[in-house]
């Protein structure tokens, strides 16, 4: 008798209990539908555009469509002005999440489902009324809208497309926009919102399969890549069809991109660039873009956080070894091996490159095809088109170097002029790596000393004339 009231009275307990547990999750919930009901623009801005900072693929070049006349806005180059970080993020974009609510667990992101964040959302009519008040004042000339996944990809990807449609349509804004695809959406959604959007980009997330089931359990390298060959696809057919009709919609005019996150798993450097290099030949991307690892989250998976911060040198050298594959004529076999699989830390590829390769070296400028003149350090490719077409008119001397940008403190080591160095110098390695730190050829003093710090919308930045010139040499010659 007295163990049968004794469970009676657990079970009263536990009837009781959950009774609780079931009201205060409903008060937790009307508490959350309160907050977001109250929750100003203001602050959702706050909110989301703080959100999306650690997302880097924010570029607006490569388009020139033209506005009618009759809407707000373009997308000639001369229309769209870039303004930059520190550490060279273009903030000429208002760069903003569509939600910061997100059913994954990704180990790496501040956004993750299992933390402990404030969420919130826009709806389509509050992204058109922030784009356009904020190009009416000027203070940006384009869109760069991204999102966690809410609820599902589908979802998702539907009221970003509304978003981007009443945009185009209602508010008659024909600026840039730079919009996510979002993995594992429907085909036909991420088709017709690349009819709306000047470049779409899927993020690769992380260089390898295997790094992405580590800390991204909910993505997969096949959902990311199929979004991926469909824009691909969706802009060869579109090419076809505006050469046979002029005014046929555009599909993703800029091209695609994507980006990789840097240093939360082992890859090499080695691996990183082979990877971007397979998707320049694979998938025609523009660009790819790398983000240094920021330690946001606590987890056995991540690395183990160091005083150091973010690896912002690796990334700068990668950024640089992107542009020689871009632009230069180099593999990525060239640059980096399996037997040496990272960068330098004190030298660029290129004057890596030519430090280890003296045999191809000096190189005279007025007899160098142009693909070699491009593998001299401190020789940028305008810089070689411009050597190209003045020795046509003459012999060149160090002197006209020097007046079309060549940087002769790194190229005098590589190049002859009718024969003849700048310098008697000694093609050893040792000797010219000794004579170019001499020469004060190190890491710039801005990324060695730089710390880890985002722009908002908020803050109240002063530029300055080194921070800005670093990013000029940044994008100069190499």
Known sequence: ????????????????????????VFEVYKMNMRIQESM?????????????????????????RKGDGTGMGNCERSGICHSFSADGRCI????????????????????????????????PDEVCALTMEFYRRNYIEGLFLSSGILKSPDYTMELIYAALYKLRTECSFQGYIHVKAIPGANQELVRKTGFLADRMSVNLELPTAEGLKLLAPNKTRKNILTPMRLVQNRM?????????????PRFVPAGQSTQMIIGATPEKDYQIIQVAESLYQKFELKRVFYSA??????????????????????????????????????????????????????????????????GQFPVEINRADYKMLLRVPGLGYKSAVRIVKARRLGVLDFQDLKKMGVVLKRAMYFI??????????????????RNLL?????????????????????????????????????????
């Open 416 to 433: 002859t002029c009718s024969g003849k160095m700048l310098y008697p110098t000694r093609l050893e390695e040792d000797y010219i790596t």
């Open 1 to 24: 008798m007295f163990a049968y009231i004794m469970e009676v009275y657990r079970t009263n307990v536990c009837i009781c209990y959950i009774a609780q547990m079931q009201t205060l």
């Open 293 to 358: 690892f920021v330690h946001v989250n606590e987890d056995k998976a991540l690395p183990a956080r160091t005083d150091e911060g973010p690896p912002l040198l690796r990334e700068h050298r990668l950024y640089q070894a992107d542009w020689l594959l871009r632009y230069y004529h180099f593999q990525a076999s060239e640059l980096l091996s399996e037997e040496n699989p990272n960068f330098n830390v004190v030298f660029d590829p290129k004057c890596n490159w030519a430090l280890k390769n003296l």
């Open 40 to 64: 100003s623009m203001y602050e959702k801005l706050n909110i989301l555009t703080d959100a999306a900072k650690y997302d880097v693929a924010c570029t607006s070049s490569g388009t020139a």
């Open 438 to 478: 001499d020469a004060g050829e190190r890491l710039p003093e801005e990324l060695r000393n730089m710390g880890y710090r985002q722009l908002s919308l908020f803050d109240d930045v002063r530029f300055t004339e080194d921070g800005l010139s670093w990013k000029a040499r940044a994008g100069g010659a190499v």
């Open 236 to 248: 060869a057919e579109n090419k076809q069809e505006l050469a046979l009709y002029r005014n046929a």
């Open 92 to 123: 000429s974009l208002l760069k903003i999440l569509f939600t910061n609510e997100c059913i994954y667990d990704c180990k790496y992101c501040i956004n993750r489902r299992s933390n402990d964040v404030v969420r919130t959302s826009f709806t």
